[in-house]
């Protein structure tokens, strides 16, 4: 699991809440991910992040916020959640090197907002 | 738009059996291309890479196959158990520094005792 760990694991939140979603990786890989998984749509990126403080859109960026002040953490932050990002949220890292490196994803938190 | 169809949408098969799955990519400039198994409820899990040299590559039961003219590859499983029960995501990397991958949307295989 290349050390990859995601908190929490479940949430159920209120509309209109922030939620937080922090993932933590121990082995300081600088690239790290944020994706969505939706029934019917494959993974989704939200925003990526190549450094300390170096983060960039992906394809379904609105409504997310990240934030990376430590190499080994990635934190997505809903800022008003609502329904529609009702979802199965990975972190995920890519190894350094080589133009065919890995990719780990972590366990996964499901996000419910009611 | 970069673009990852894989077919069938779901799959059932008896234990013992072996069993293709599609995918094919509309992706360029290519780079690699990869099949991840997805457990449910768990993060997917890397299976093969394959670049554009790489017509097949192998995963113990599980063989891929690479043909980047015509933009297809398959997933070979071979005498499927129980444990082959996952989804199976096929994810093409486009070539470049961002390393932004395109999903496909899974195939979903049911192995049968």
């Known amino acids: 699991d290349a050390g990859i760990t995601q908190s929490p694991r479940h949430k159920v939140t209120e509309t209109g809440t922030p939620v937080t979603l922090r993932c933590h990786q121990t082995?300081?890989?600088?690239?790290m991910y944020w994706y969505r998984q939706d029934p019917g749509h494959g993974l989704r990126l939200i925003h990526y992040?190549?450094?300390?403080?170096?983060?960039d859109k992906g394809e379904v960026s609105d409504g997310y916020s990240v934030s990376r002040s430590k190499t080994e953490d990635f934190l997505l932050t809903l800022e008003s959640a609502t329904s529609s990002q009702t979802s199965v949220y990975f972190c995920?890292?890519?190894?350094?090197?080589?133009?065919?490196?890995?990719?780990?994803f972590g366990p996964g938190t499901r996000l419910t907002v009611t | 738009k970069n673009q990852v169809e894989q077919s069938p949408q779901s799959l059932i098969i008896l234990e013992g059996k072996n069993c293709t799955l599609q995918?094919?990519?509309?992706?360029?400039?290519?780079?690699?291309l990869r099949w991840y198994k997805q457990d449910t409820g768990r993060g997917p899990v890397s299976l093969t890479i394959?670049?554009?040299?790489?017509n097949t590559k192998s995963n113990g039961r599980y063989t891929a196959t690479l043909d980047a003219d015509t933009k297809q590859s398959s997933l070979h499983i071979t005498a499927s158990q129980l444990s082959d029960s996952a989804s199976y995501i096929c994810?093409?990397?486009?070539?470049?520094?961002?390393?932004?991958?395109?999903f496909g949307r899974g195939t979903s295989l049911i192995v049968h005792p």
């Open positions: 994810v093409v990397i486009e070539s470049g520094g961002s390393y932004i991958p395109t």
């Open positions: 995920a890292i890519r190894e350094s090197g080589e133009n065919h490196y890995e990719q780990y």
């Open positions: 082995e300081n890989h600088r690239y």
């Open positions: 394959m670049t554009f040299s790489e």
């Open positions: 992040s190549y450094g300390v403080k170096d983060t």
């Open positions: 995918c094919n990519y509309t992706v360029s400039p290519f780079s690699n």
